[in-house]
């Protein structure tokens, strides 16, 4: 079986807005770069909660945060004993 990689960026961004992207960015403090990935972090986090809860409505809040640990740290589901 061949895989093939391929590297290509796909964006619905405007090359003037991409331009504009970058100048705002690159005008940012590292304290709002920070905050801009944690904004971005805590999105992500939420959008995978949404998820989760939207494929197992009957999962408690904590069976749901772990979920999503797993899903950031675990390639494959949590034995039996540990759910």
Known sequence: MTCYHFRMALSDTSPAM??????????????????????????GRDLAKARIRSDHPDWS????ARE??????????LPNGLR
Not at 20 to 39: H, K, V
Not at 68 to 77: E, G, I
């Open 18 to 43: 991409r331009k504009m992207q970058l100048e705002i960015e690159r005008a940012m403090t590292g304290e709002e770069r920070l905050i801009r990935a944690l904004e971005m972090s805590f999105l």
């Open 61 to 64: 809040e904590a069976q749901i």
């Open 68 to 77: 999503v640990l797993r899903l950031a740290f675990l390639p494959r589901p």
